[in-house]
């Protein structure tokens, strides 16, 4: 394989405008494992500071919550400790548990997605925080929770959305 990509590497650029040239390119790169530019213990602290509370999607989807339902008295506690999974918002009075997903983290599109990461670990990470999803949802609506989540990239596209399905499991709950 690597003779394929030492061969295609001197294969003139201008092959990947041509959308067959660019496909076989990129299908031979993701066979490859990742190298990882930097060194075990920077790449360690990296990732020490990505934050599991209060992310930018979080606070967007805080702003979201506070400007559609504040004005009409729907009142959210944001990551509840004592429920399992601390969802990121809860309305307690109508026992919604609300979760903001990650693209990566809680593997949306996984089948796809596993061609660019490497075997082992983050395969595995994110197998057990879809495992982990699941058990936390089970056990929310086990204690008569309505469980909600979004995908970050939702909450971009089309928050709208998020609103009103939010809306009505609020009216359905009354």
């Not at 530019?37 to 992310?55: A, Q, V, W, Y």
């Not at 999607?57 to 429920?83: I, M, Q, V």
């Not at 997903?101 to 395969?123: I, M, V």
Request: proline share 4%; hydrophobic share 40%.
């Amino acid at each position: 394989m690597i003779q394929i990509i030492l061969l295609f590497n001197r294969a003139p650029l201008s092959c990947l405008h041509h959308k067959a040239g660019a496909l076989f390119y990129f299908a031979i790169l993701s066979l490859l494992p990742m190298a990882d530019i930097f060194t075990p213990e920077k790449r360690s602290e990296i990732m020490s500071l990505i934050r599991s509370k209060n992310t930018k999607p979080e606070l967007l989807f805080f702003k979201l919550l506070s400007g559609a339902f504040h004005k009409k008295g729907y009142r959210y506690r944001k990551h509840y400790k004592s429920l399992p999974g601390k969802p990121d918002a809860v309305f307690v009075s109508k026992k919604i548990a609300l979760f903001i997903d990650g693209t990566f983290w809680h593997g949306y599109k996984f089948n796809l997605a596993t061609t660019h990461l490497s075997e082992g670990f983050w395969q595995e990470k994110i197998l057990r925080n879809m495992a982990r999803d699941k058990k936390v949802n089970r056990q929310l609506k086990k204690d008569g929770w309505t469980v909600l989540r979004f995908w970050e990239h939702d909450l971009k596209k089309s928050p709208d959305k998020i609103v009103l399905k939010i809306e009505k499991k609020l009216i359905d709950n009354f």
